[in-house]
């Protein structure tokens, strides 16, 4: 089992910046991919970022590319998301997730409490 408490979001204005931390506990950290989802009120959930297991390779969805950064600390179990030059539709509860197996896509074994980002005008 992984545990993922998520730290950070809240209200930000356009244009302004947000940084999401996710803490894992547990299982050996640097054995899984992690990424970034998220979910707004009427959509379904939509992948935002990954990033692989050894930090080496991460993969951005395109309505955030060169936006956001995704990072890690093996060394502090924790995954980051960066979040820059937010919009209007960045708004949304984010997941972080840990996978064992697949990256950047596929299944998600362990997910994080969720937080709310809210981006105003």
């Known amino acids: 089992q992984v545990r993922l408490v998520q730290t950070g979001g809240g209200l930000v204005q356009t244009g302004g910046s947000l940084r999401l931390s996710c803490a894992a506990s547990?299982?050996?950290?640097?054995?899984?991919?992690m990424a970034w989802f998220r979910r707004s009120p009427g959509k379904e959930r939509e992948y935002v970022a990954a990033?692989?297991?050894?930090?080496?390779?991460?993969w951005y969805a395109d309505a955030v590319k060169g936006r956001f950064t995704i990072s890690r600390d093996n060394a502090q179990n924790t995954v980051e998301l960066q979040m820059n030059s937010l919009k209007l539709e960045d708004s949304a509860v984010y997941y972080c997730?840990?996978?064992?197996?697949?990256?950047?896509?596929?299944?998600?074994?362990?997910w994080g409490q969720g937080t709310q980002v809210t981006v105003s005008s």
């Open positions: 997730a840990a996978s064992e197996n697949y990256y950047p896509f596929g299944q998600y074994d362990f």
């Open positions: 547990g299982r050996t950290f640097s054995n899984y991919h």
């Open positions: 990033i692989s297991s050894s930090g080496d390779s991460t």
